[in-house]
């Protein structure tokens, strides 16, 4: 982390939609909503925010989107724009909310992710966000993330001994831990042994070595320590911040069980 930054920005707020399917939810939709739940849990009015990060659409891409929601959500839109990172994507919004500021672009940025995989087909589409390098994948079936992480399984299988049992066990103890979670989609434990008894989805993982394709979005506000310390609950500090990016692909991987 750049040196005199660490601790000098916080989260001050937190919103979270519901996450499963949410017919007839627009990715908008649960942007707005996120922000708003954010808004509410910091006490904040939409005019206090001044930046604005969040994430394009999969299934529904437009120009300057983040604009769009700023403006939808009311916001000052004095630091904005979209980030591409995948699941990475939540987390470099802090880094980069915390940098806005300490370069004086603005005071308060909310960052919000949000989509509609589960339920997209149900609404009308424009587009698809692509990645750039479908036709080395798609026409030998290799398709989404599931056989993604399946061809690394494959090899981590191959070169460490990893045997099923024991990717069962993260199953088990993710499902374990989501029970603990009143608003979790799933709330009935697993065994190892059910498991080894799902389906298979792409060889070597199964139906429970899979996460859910849901709808929902989540948001928080970023504010300088200084401010922080003005809001009615207890900040959260960055305290460090750091991005690495080893390949867009596993076609660009030097190495499929590493990074």
């Not at 659409?57 to 724009?81: C, E, I, Q």
């Not at 949000?114 to 009308?124: G, I, M």
């Not at 928080?220 to 911040?241: C, N």
């Amino acid at each position: 982390m750049p040196q005199g930054i660490s601790g000098k920005y916080a989260i001050v707020g937190i919103g979270e939609t519901d996450v499963g399917k949410l017919h007839g939810r627009s990715t908008m939709s649960l942007h707005l909503e996120a922000i708003a739940k954010a808004l509410d849990d910091a006490g904040l009015s939409a005019q206090e925010v001044d930046g604005l990060l969040t994430n394009q659409p999969m299934h529904d891409p437009m120009r300057s989107y983040a604009l769009a929601v700023a403006h939808a959500a009311g916001v000052k839109r004095n630091f904005l724009t979209d980030l591409a990172l995948g699941g990475a994507t939540p987390v470099a919004m802090a880094q980069h909310a915390a940098m806005a500021i300490e370069a004086g672009l603005c005071d308060i940025v909310v960052c919000v992710h949000a989509r509609n995989q589960a339920t997209s087909r149900e609404l009308p589409q424009r587009a698809q966000i692509r990645d750039g390098y479908e036709d080395f994948d798609e026409p030998y079936g290799f398709l989404g993330a599931v056989a993604n992480h399946a061809f690394i399984a494959s090899r981590h299988m191959h070169n460490y001994g990893t045997t099923y049992e024991q990717l069962a066990a993260v199953a088990v103890s993710t499902r374990a831990h989501a029970v603990l979670n009143p608003t979790a989609t799933m709330q009935k434990p697993i065994t190892i042994e059910d498991h080894l008894a799902s389906r298979w989805i792409a060889e070597p993982l199964r139906l429970f070595d899979c996460s859910l394709v849901s709808d929902g979005g989540g948001a928080y506000l970023v504010t300088s320590a200084e401010r922080a310390k003005d809001f009615k609950k207890p900040p959260i500090y960055i305290l460090g911040m750091g991005q690495h990016h080893p390949h867009a692909s596993l076609a660009q991987a030097d190495e499929l069980t590493t990074l």
